[in-house]
């Protein structure tokens, strides 16, 4: 009896100890989104994971935006869903919002190796879904939807002037 209560007990241990399967690991998803101290054609990885209310560094190009990195300390408040912008493979903006259409959204970016945070108007996740302005400080985002789960991202500066970039919008 002893026996079998030892060999039972053993498949029991095993079968919690396994974690369900999945189609991408947390190093692929780091991989994929770049991890901190990763380079990237001869210019070091920026390694901010918090994103902060503010203007680009100084010298910054805003029209320069970077592969978002490690986003582990990213804020973007309550939300029912989020969707992200991608070039080619590389996530360049994230944006989530909550369910409530009176509430704001929120976004992230990465400019001269700084994550910044903006905000988007009232609207819920579904005003994030299909496409809408996220404002920062000295600079804006806009997401134009150009089909299923593809964008058009515009980038203005303070002085007005623009940048257009296409890819992928795909949201959850």
Known sequence: MNRILTVATALLVAGCSQEPASS???GDFADRVGAPGAVAEGVPAPVETTAVKAAPPANADVFQL???GNIGGVDLGPRAGGCT???EGQEMLI???PA???LPGKATVRIGGQLLLLDAPPGGIEQVRSG???TGEGFSALVTRTGPDRASLTVADAAGTQKAFAGNWVCS
Request: proline fraction near 0%; glycine fraction near 0%; aromatic fraction near 12%.
């Open 24 to 26: 991408e690991t947390a």
């Open 66 to 68: 970077e592969k978002l």
């Open 85 to 87: 912008f991608s070039v």
């Open 95 to 97: 944006a989530a919002a």
């Open 100 to 102: 409530d259409r009176a």
């Open 132 to 134: 809408t302005t996220f």
